[in-house]
């Protein structure tokens, strides 16, 4: 199964820009999706086949990559932004998802 | 407008089988996949399985021999069993909803389940 790696955690100030990762262990095109998840809520689509914004959601947000290394991107951060992001391929096989990435707001 | 809602037990005994309801409006079971994907707490997410617009079935593999997922296209619902439940089977099911291999752009608000004696 395709592994897709984020990092754990990230700290950042309200107004700032704030990068994401998400590292697939082979190329997943460009069927790469994000999703924002906060306590008590489930996911939230935010950019789907990397760099198309869902419906209904900031322009703040974007994305962006192809193969095994995408981004999502946050700018300017907004207090609202505190969650956790998901990545998740549809490419290969069974659907996977990244391990998260927790945005805390300073 | 498209919803997704997922019903069943909150409490399962170790050792039993979990039963779970996905009733979906706003769309067709024909037309679109339905996935269930799970949630531990304070977790990640792992995908379990999918029913697939045609009828063809899918399933994670570390799941897949206790696992199965069913459908009635004229009740609008989904349907998920999985037996030999065990502690670490707690957490959080939620079924969501794609379109040609796409991103899962709707999701139910999820069930929590329990599993403990």
């Known amino acids: 199964d395709t592994v897709l790696t984020q990092s754990p955690a990230l700290a950042v100030s309200p107004g700032e820009r704030v990068t994401i990762s998400c590292k697939a262990s082979?190329?997943?095109?460009?069927?790469m999706h994000w999703y924002q998840q906060k306590p008590g809520q489930q996911p939230k689509l935010l950019i789907y086949k990397a760099s198309n914004l869902a419906s209904g959601v900031p322009a703040r947000f974007s994305g962006s990559g192809s193969g095994t290394d995408f981004t999502l991107t946050i700018d300017p951060v907004e207090a609202d932004d505190t969650a956790t992001y998901f990545c998740?391929?549809?490419?290969?096989?069974?659907?996977?998802f990244g391990g998260g990435t927790k945005l805390e707001l300073k | 407008q498209v919803q997704l809602k997922e019903s069943g037990p909150g409490l399962v005994q170790p050792s039993q089988t979990l039963s779970l309801t996905c009733t979906v409006s706003?769309?067709?079971?024909?037309?679109?996949?339905v996935h269930w994907v799970r949630q531990p707490p304070g977790k990640g997410l792992e995908w379990m399985g999918r029913m697939r617009y045609n009828g063809d079935t899918s399933y994670n593999s570390a799941l897949k021999s206790r696992l199965s997922i069913s459908r009635d296209t004229s009740k609008n619902q989904v349907f998920l069993k999985m037996n030999s439940l065990q502690t670490d089977d707690t957490g959080t099911y939620y079924c969501?909803?794609?379109?040609?291999?796409?991103?899962?752009?709707?999701w139910g608000q999820g069930v929590m389940v329990t599993v403990s004696s």
């Open positions: 998740q391929q549809s490419w290969n096989g069974p659907r996977t």
């Open positions: 969501t909803r794609d379109w040609t291999e796409g991103p899962f752009d709707y």
């Open positions: 082979e190329s997943v095109s460009t069927r």
């Open positions: 706003g769309f067709s079971l024909t037309s679109y996949n």
